[in-house]
């Protein structure tokens, strides 16, 4: 499995990133496929990485890399593709990788598919805080907020979620908490 930094809107990657983004991800908890672009080139914290497999994209990582955090804002796998350890393959590889904690953000444990997901990063490490409330601010004024909850990796137990979710809002959302 491979990771390609996609680099400017010209990549060759990007419509099948653009293709899975949209596919994996309710209109509430993504931006507008333009505004992802624009951030793509204009903020250095933010990464947008294809996850491909003999040269075919069966992926999509975004992430921020902020201070002392790094935020994985999106990852999904092609729906053709789930189901064969790609998602834990690149996940592992990522923590293993990282040199500062980790953040992320997944729907309350509510149904089996929520709860398979936060199962899924659990097997990997990840903590849930189940008991913090967190709100992601809307992308957009055609979206809503959405209450999550927030997973981390490689963080202090006691580590304080208001000050992290309050980064995660300016930083990643361009809002004040």
Known sequence: MICKKVLD???????????????SFPLDERRDYTKLVELLLRN?????????????????LSLWNLE????IEHFAIAQACRGRGIGREVIQAFVEGANKPIVLEVEPPTDEYSRRRIDFYRGLGFVLHDTYRYIQPSYDEDREA????????????NCN???LARMLHGSVYGVKW
Do not use: N, Q
């Not at 002392?68 to 935020?71: E, K, N, Y």
């Not at 959405?146 to 137990?157: F, I, S, W």
């Open 44 to 60: 250095d914290t933010f990464i947008l990485e294809a996850i491909c497999s003999e040269d075919k994209v069966v992926g999509m």
């Open 9 to 23: 809107k010209e990549s060759v990657e990007l419509v099948d990133v653009r293709y899975i983004y949209e596919e």
């Open 161 to 163: 979620l208001d000050a």
């Open 68 to 71: 002392g955090w790094l935020f």
């Open 146 to 157: 959405v209450e999550l909850r927030l997973m981390t990796y490689g963080a202090p137990l």
